[in-house]
Nanobody, 125 residues
Framework: QVQLVESGGGSVQAGGSLRLSCAAS????????MGWFRQAPGKEREGVAL???????SYADSVKGRVTISKDNARNTLYLQMNSLKPEETAMYYC???????????????????WGKGTPVNVSS
């Protein structure tokens, strides 16, 4: 059974940094792709960064150059390092996972069957 538990969210001033963690259990990394999504109040959930089963990464245009997704297989943990945070990035951040697909799961939330409960990020100006 796949379980995802996010942590590391909090309040930070604009320009600051946070590192989010997603502790994963029951996820066979060799066959699963994982990603970070966020959802602000009143907005749709959107993809932030993806890491597929082969280590390829993808980033939303809005975060390129400021955000890094990585994983520690020994700790079964996915990370999201976010730098130069902006107030408009205030949202609930979610970790997601699903079986690898050769055509890519992409930034489509409906393609992911496993989700954590989220960790809140608040960026103040």
């Amino acid at each position: 059974q796949v379980q995802l538990v996010e942590s590391g969210g909090g309040s930070v001033q604009a320009g600051g940094s946070l590192r989010l963690s997603c502790a994963a259990s029951g996820v066979p990394y060799s066959r699963y792709s994982m990603g970070w999504f966020r959802q602000a109040p009143g907005k749709e959930r959107e993809g932030v960064a993806l890491l597929d089963a082969y280590g390829s990464t993808s980033y939303a245009d809005s975060v390129k150059g400021r955000v890094t997704i990585s994983k520690d297989n020994a700790r079964n943990t996915l990370y999201l390092q976010m730098n130069s945070l902006k107030p408009e990035e205030t949202a609930m951040y979610y970790c997601a996972a699903d079986s690898y697909r050769s055509d890519g799961l992409g930034f489509r939330p409906k393609n992911y069957n496993y989700w954590g409960k989220g960790t809140p990020v608040n960026v103040s100006s």
